[in-house]
């Protein structure tokens, strides 16, 4: 894959649009609408400009290189499951006995060699074009602002190497990057990561740290850098594991730092312990925009490149995105490195539009009574596992984890108030539910038993039971009914909210008779007809310690919070398009999307 965009157009369809794309805003919807579409292609802007500064830039703009699943399995080089498998083997290896064992065992051994990463000691072709600190200017590099409400440009596939300050220690991390100027980032490394371990070092000792970012080369560099490896290991690794060569890397020509030879465009430079700057908003890939907050910031000291660059980007928001691709991947191949804490552990799906972190399914065998349970507090207590919100557990007579339809059928009818455990535990940073940073509720559903022997004792038509909520409460705007053929259906209610809904929901309780299973959304921005959206809403929008009740029914408040709910932070937008650029981009023909589509993936606001 020396020439990623050859590569592409000879293996993954690649799109190429030559009309001039303003990097604010045009070139990032276009990217958004594709990754949504069901033959989603990676795409290549030859001209990207930015209008407002008057740039024509020189460098295409790379985007939706992860666009689908067969292409992701084509950038691996195999499918991710044969990874796992020679993961799998690798943590079972034994001590061989006799000389035979020990000579079968030689080419596994043998193979290893190419996992480490190999530092040469003369430049790369990254380093072909080297722009002193005197004349630095991230203005060269076609940086995308993505959404009318980020606080500025931001580079989304930069790939962070940092290192520990003894220099033992070295990481690959994917945080996004803020152009504050012409020479300034912001690094938004989160404070579970290991860069942010890596910070805290420098800042005791009262040193700068260094910091090299590359973007561009091999894709998989790219997926390196957010797969959740052990603390303390080098993601690039894990590259030499799934290409069985050594990664070839290269000195930075300011600091101490080694990044890959390949890579299209390095921005070296340090951070000042001592100095931190706002960053954001920026509409992440919850589909929520995270808020201004404090961060480190990296004055660049050089940036060098290739002599014929292109610059890798990505978009986030709503689901489904390229993380989608990219989260497959590293679902499949780190199921190995879960089952050493969870050894009847069977399969896991983390779906996206559940957010990865905020909703996890997993298939398990059950020997005894409180498995699923003891299985529960095992995820929320090892690395990336526990940052997980809300975990539902099957036995493993389930459905396969991808079958949503059937898998969901088989946990309704096995959904027992009993059986939900809810507590409290770290949440993740992008997590805007929980009434305080950091620390909210999480949610385990055991659904590893029997069906559950009684339903709805009268079941009522969507109809009949509006208007038996609205003569409840006027709040009350739409309802609809899912998986009524189940022994739990679920029933979807949106209002026009003005105090808080557990209040709400109480009065409901005379209504037990017609309800197992009450959701409530707002009636703005929710389509109570598109599961996949509500889904993705609800596991967004609560925190199980408040807005999850189990009598008289199981009942969940997904509406947007405010002090009326306790709640003292400030609640984030959702991530919406510009109208008049969809109109633009629509009118010259560069994406093809009508209402139903628009509704569909909430592009924009809608009642």
């Known amino acids: 894959m020396q020439d990623v965009v050859q590569w592409l157009k000879d293996n ?39 209008k407002a500064k008057g740039i024509e830039y020189d460098m295409p703009v790379l985007m939706n290189i992860f666009a689908n699943k067969d292409l992701t399995e084509k950038i691996f080089g195999k499918h991710p ?104 980032l912001g690094m938004h490394w989160q404070i579970h990561k290991d860069a942010s371990h890596f910070f805290d070092q420098y800042q005791k000792a009262g040193k700068k740290m260094p910091v090299t970012v590359a973007i561009g080369g091999d894709p998989l560099y790219i997926w390196c850098g957010q797969a959740p490896m052990p603390h303390g290991m080098f993601e690039m690794l894990l590259y030499g594991f799934v290409r069985n060569k050594n990664a070839q890397l290269v000195k930075s020509i300011t600091n101490d730092i080694y990044i890959p030879r390949d890579v299209d465009v390095v921005i070296e430079g340090f951070v000042d312990p001592e100095l931190m700057e706002i960053e954001g908003p920026f509409g992440d890939h919850t589909g929520y925009y995270t808020l201004k907050e404090p961060f480190p ?48 552990l069977i399969d896991y799906n983390m779906p996206e539009n559940g957010v990865f972190h905020n909703l996890i399914l997993a298939k398990m065998k059950t020997l005894y009574k409180g498995h699923a349970q003891q299985f529960m507090h095992a995820f929320w207590g090892v690395g990336q596992m526990s940052f997980v919100k809300h975990a539902i557990f099957v036995g493993e007579d389930a459905p396969e984890l991808e079958e949503s339809q059937a898998l969901a059928v088989h946990i309704l009818n096995r959904l027992d108030q009993s059986k939900i455990l809810i507590t409290q535990g770290i949440v993740d940073h992008l997590d805007h539910s929980s009434s305080e940073q950091f620390v909210g509720g999480k949610l385990g559903v055991d659904a590893t038993g029997d069906e559950v022997e009684e339903g709805v004792e009268v079941l009522l038509s969507d109809e009949a039971l509006l208007v038996k909520m609205q003569e409840i409460s006027s709040t009350v705007v739409g309802l609809k009914q899912y998986m009524t053929e189940t022994k739990t259906p679920i029933c979807v209610m949106s209002v026009e909210k003005k105090k808080s809904q557990l209040k709400l929901i109480k009065k409901f309780q005379d209504l037990k008779q017609h309800i197992k299973l009450l959701v409530i959304v707002d009636h703005e921005n929710n389509d109570l007809d598109d599961a996949y959206m509500l ?64 509704k569909k993936f909430g592009l924009l606001p809608f009642l």
């Not at 009942?555 to 398009?577: H, L, Q």
Request: proline letters at 7%; charged letters at 30%; hydrophobic letters at 40%.
């Open 12 to 50: 993954g369809n690649l799109k190429i649009i030559d009309e001039p794309l303003d990097v604010e805003l045009e070139i990032p919807h276009v990217a958004y609408v594709e990754v949504k579409t069901e033959d989603s292609r990676p795409i290549l802007f030859t001209n990207p400009v930015n």
């Open 81 to 184: 499951d044969d990874v796992a498998e020679g993961i799998d083997t690798l943590l079972k290896l034994k001590p061989p006995k006799g000389l035979k064992a020990k000579l079968a065992m030689l080419p596994k051994l043998f193979s290893l060699k190419n996992v480490f990463p190999k530092r040469l000691n003369f430049k790369g072709e990254c380093q072909e074009v080297i722009i002193p600190k005197d004349e630095v200017d991230l203005d060269i590099l076609p940086i995308l602002k993505t959404w009318e409400e980020d606080g500025g440009p931001f580079i989304t596939m930069g790939q962070v190497y940092t290192q520990s300050l003894d220099g033992e220690m070295q990481n690959l991390g994917m945080y996004r990057l803020q152009q504050y100027d012409k020479n300034r």
């Open 297 to 344: 910031v990296m004055d660049v000291e050089t940036i060098t490149m290739k002599k014929h660059p292109v610059f890798q980007a990505t978009v986030v928001g709503k689901p489904p995105l390229e993380d989608k691709y990219m989260g497959w991947a590293t679902e499949r191949i780190f199921l190995p490195m879960l089952k050493p804490m969870a050894p009847d």
């Open 535 to 598: 889904i993705w809403r609800v596991v967004n929008n609560i925190d199980a310690g408040r807005d999850v009740m189990l009598k008289p029914f199981i009942a969940i408040d997904a509406t947007n919070k405010s002090e009326v709910d306790g709640y003292e932070r400030e609640w984030p937008g959702d991530t919406f398009c510009t109208k008049e650029v969809l109109d633009r981009l629509q009118e010259k023909g560069l994406i093809d999307i009508d209402e139903a589509f628009i």
